[in-house]
């Protein structure tokens, strides 16, 4: 059974830190990407940061210079260091793992059930 258990969500101030942590278990296929996104009230899911296999990461916009992702591939954890947080960053925080495996080459997409981070002003 796939788990993703994500930890480190909660309350700080703004202009704290916060780091976000990953561990996946129970995934068969190969990990390709593992990444963080996040849904805030009323609005759609978005990526906040993803990294590859290969340690080549990519970040949203608004956190770019904030927000650090590390993964650690032999324990398949995957971690984000949140910095300089501002309010806008309230949010759920979601873990996601990309596996490709299969005589196919299948493409799966596991989840997690989220973390919430709040910035208060």
């Known amino acids: 059974q796939v788990q993703l258990v994500e930890s480190g969500g909660g309350l700080v101030q703004a202009g704290g830190s916060l780091r976000l942590s990953c561990a996946a278990s129970?995934?068969?296929?190969?990990?390709?990407?593992m990444g963080w996104y996040r849904q805030a009230p009323g609005k759609e899911r978005e990526l906040v940061a993803r990294?590859?296999?290969?340690?080549?990461?990519n970040y949203a916009d608004s956190v770019k210079g904030r927000f650090t992702i590390s993964r650690d591939n032999a324990k398949k954890t995957v971690s984000l260091q949140m910095n300089s947080l501002k309010p806008e960053d309230t949010a759920v925080y979601y873990c996601?793992?990309?596996?490709?495996?299969?005589?196919?080459?299948?493409?799966?997409?596991?989840w997690g059930k989220g973390t919430l981070v709040t910035v208060s002003s």
């Open positions: 129970g995934i068969t296929f190969s990990i390709n990407e």
């Open positions: 996601n793992v990309n596996a490709v495996g299969g005589s196919y080459f299948v493409s799966m997409d596991y």
């Open positions: 990294i590859d296999n290969g340690g080549s990461t």
